[in-house]
């Protein structure tokens, strides 16, 4: 896991036992410099605001507006916070929040230790995690049933580079196009899929079996 090596990950957990057995799994089997575990968001902020992360690892996401300026503040910091959600809360409608509230990754609590360590991989390495399907209604079971999208060979391509995690310009590299091109095929690409984020694309693209 060379991706990982001089990492910082971040905590939020209110539970002791859950933030140090996170800590040591993390240090144990992941190739990570620096770990830190705090209490809450607001702990979390001070943190942020004396030392480099390259990853969030929350376990809810905020329950009012002060957390939320919390994480937004955390989210918009230089370079960029990436957050994953190790979320006590399984249901669709949990992973619907965090797909609407636009973080990187959600992560259930009854995954396997690998199946962590593979999203904090995924997060640090620029790209999104989510969960491939969830059982109760609400956007994940209804994008399990949804029938395949029709794209251009040219969207097509470009979906499968959103879903390595690439952005607008990187894409542009890749395929030898403006940025401003990409940027029109990414928003076709998100009608199509009846989404609104990037993460949502990423998510029901590999639930329809695309990119």
């Known amino acids: 896991m060379s991706t990982l090596i001089s990492k910082s990950l971040l905590i939020v957990d209110r539970h002791p036992i859950v933030r140090d057995a996170l800590s040591l799994a993390v240090r144990s089997l992941v190739a990570v410099t620096h770990v830190v575990a705090v209490e809450s968001l607001a702990e979390a902020r ?70 962590l360590l593979d999203a904090i991989e995924r997060l640090l390495a620029g790209r999104a995690y989510f969960p491939a399907a969830m059982p109760e209604p609400g956007l994940t079971a209804r994008t399990s049933r949804a029938c395949p999208v029709f794209l251009t060979e040219r969207r097509r391509e470009v979906l499968r580079l959103v879903m390595r995690g690439m952005t607008n310009g990187e894409i542009a590299a890749e395929i030898g196009v403006a940025e401003g091109t990409v940027k029109s095929h990414v928003s076709h690409v998100m009608r199509a899929f009846d989404v609104n984020s990037r993460a949502q694309l990423i998510l029901r693209a590999q639930q329809m079996g695309q990119g």
């Open 46 to 115: 001070l943190k942020v605001q004396h030392a480099h992360f390259d990853l969030l690892l929350v376990d809810r996401l905020p329950a009012g507006k002060r957390e939320q300026l919390y994480l937004d503040g955390m989210r918009r910091h230089s370079p960029p916070l990436p957050v994953l959600q190790f979320a006590h809360d399984e249901s669709a409608g949990s992973l619907d929040a965090a797909l609407s509230a636009g973080i990187e990754g959600f992560i259930p609590r009854s995954a396997e230790l690998t199946g």
